[in-house]
């Protein structure tokens, strides 16, 4: 059996969407499931369309989300010797043709077709290769599509596909400006890098058959055919912008994480059980192409915040921090003083659905706090604030540096509110909004054990003079 070979080739006319990720990541899981290689291909063959900087992304993204891929990038624009070799080996035994039919007899022969209720195709016109041109006047090439039979395939998702060559017109391959088109391009490329399974989205089923006569008239082998279905928004229409975020690169901006992405996006559309949360070592264990399924998918953002959480909490807190560190840059958090980050996972990652919630919250773990949150003052801040906030300093003093230990400070607080008879509430929270300046925050004993001893003695005298000045 030949070694499986799949790629992910996107055009660059614009930055990664989900849909073309989840189409990235079967095609990755495919590969890697049957311990193949993965192509990136870059199908900037569109000069107009394609640009440097959606180039940038589509790496940028592949690679946050850590679909690493084992040959390329390769790029279409600088194949174009190899399409136009054989454009011109076709041309000189007459599997292509020159069509010198100008835009104006097409576009009146599609409204004669139109008209007579006739789907718009081109009709052979420059095929017998007569009339009296010279290959010096403007013309485009085109393959020459089989009259008879038809054309099969079994597509993995789809099942089987039929159409008659009737049905299909000829190709153009070549454009009048000398340009290869995608569907010749496209051919050329899976053929000369032994791709074996052609995983893309549906939006390509209807060329597939074009291109398996143009494998066909080029003697090569016909890989195997899966078309992804489309992901919509939560209101069935087509995924936009009006849906919140759709490009990769802006999930890493709101603070998910490519595996919790990666996660949601195999989810949607495929599954094995009941199951919802894969390691990426399980999904190329368990994925199997055949059990995606044809319907279009919607996109959750909510059932994805909630992955996003499920593994904020599970994954090594080393992990989370090293994607938390660009949200903490991003919100221009200085973390070189305090607490390290994987120490600070530990303690946000319950209240977190997403690393920019959590650096957002965890800037009283590196900055002075000079302002308290007014809702929580008005609720605790009274008049015998002032005495649980000086017995609370005195108590803590009293631990020593390496000592300052959640446990330890429990331990202290716990006791000083026995002797005071009072409520942990009572304790905890005059501290909290000391230590912290709101109303919430992970327990009063983590938070200032995080916080460090000396900064935290430092607020509560802080606050006692700013908030109770008496
Ligand atoms: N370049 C095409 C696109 O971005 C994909 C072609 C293919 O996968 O065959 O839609």
Redesign the pocket.
């Known amino acids: 059996m030949t070694a499986v070979k799949t790629r992910f080739?996107?055009?660059p006319t614009g930055f990664l969407h989900v849909g073309?990720a989840r189409t990235a990541l079967y095609s990755w899981l495919y590969a890697r499931h049957h311990h193949g290689t993965f192509v990136l291909r870059i199908?900037d063959t569109d000069l107009e369309r394609s640009t440097q900087p959606a180039i940038d992304a589509i790496i940028e993204s592949m690679q946050w989300l850590g679909l690493t891929w084992d040959e390329g990038p390769y790029y279409q624009t600088k194949r174009f010797d190899r399409y136009n070799e054989l454009i011109d080996q076709m041309l000189a035994d007459g599997r292509a043709y020159r069509c010198y039919c100008t835009p104006e007899r097409l576009e009146k022969l599609r409204q004669e077709q139109m008209a007579r209720g006739e789907k718009p195709r081109y009709d052979g016109h420059c095929r017998c290769g007569c009339g009296d041109h010279s290959p010096d006047e403007p013309h485009c090439v085109r393959f020459r599509n089989p009259d008879e039979g038809t054309v099969h395939f079994h597509d993995h998702i789809r099942g089987d596909v039929e159409i008659a060559n009737s049905e299909l017109d000829d190709l153009v391959i070549r454009r009048t400006d000398g340009s290869p088109t995608?569907n010749f391009c496209?051919v050329v490329d899976d053929m000369d890098m032994g791709i074996t399974h052609?995983i893309?989205?549906e939006?390509?089923v209807n060329n597939t058959p074009r291109q398996i006569n143009i494998y066909k008239a080029l003697g090569a082998s016909v890989p195997e055919f899966a078309h992804v279905s489309m992901i919509l928004g939560d209101d069935g229409a087509k995924l936009s912008k009006r849906h919140g975020a759709v490009s990769v690169m802006q999930y890493r901006d709101d603070g998910f994480l490519p595996e919790a992405l990666l996660n949601y996006l195999v989810r949607l559309g495929w599954g094995s059980g009941d199951r919802e949360i894969f390691s990426l070592e399980d999904m190329i264990s368990l994925f199997d192409i055949s059990h995606v399924s044809k319907s279009a998918s919607a996109f959750d953002t909510g059932k994805l915040r909630w992955m996003n959480r499920q593994y904020i909490m599970s994954l090594p807190p080393e992990k989370v921090a090293a994607h938390l560190e660009w949200h903490m840059r991003d919100q221009g958090i200085d973390f070189s003083r305090g607490p390290a980050l994987p120490d600070l996972v530990r303690a946000l990652a319950e209240r977190s659905e997403t690393l920019k919630d959590m650096a957002a919250q965890s800037r009283y773990f590196y900055e002075d706090v000079t302002e308290y949150d007014p809702a929580a003052v008005k609720k605790w801040i009274k008049a015998g604030t002032g005495e649980v906030l000086d017995r609370a300093a005195a108590t803590l003093a009293q631990v020593a540096p390496e000592d300052w230990k959640a446990p330890a400070l429990h331990h202290a607080l716990e006791a000083l509110a026995g002797e005071m008879g009072i409520g942990m509430g009572k304790v905890g929270m005059p501290l909290r909004i000391a230590v912290t300046g709101r109303g919430v925050s992970p327990g009063i004993d983590v938070t200032m054990e995080l916080v460090g001893r000396e900064r935290t003695l430092e607020r509560i005298a802080r606050a006692r003079k700013e908030l109770l000045p008496l």
Do not use: I, K, L, N
Request: charge should be negative; aromatic fraction near 8%; proline fraction near 8%.
């Open positions: 080739a996107p055009s073309g199908e995608y496209v052609v893309r989205g939006d390509h």
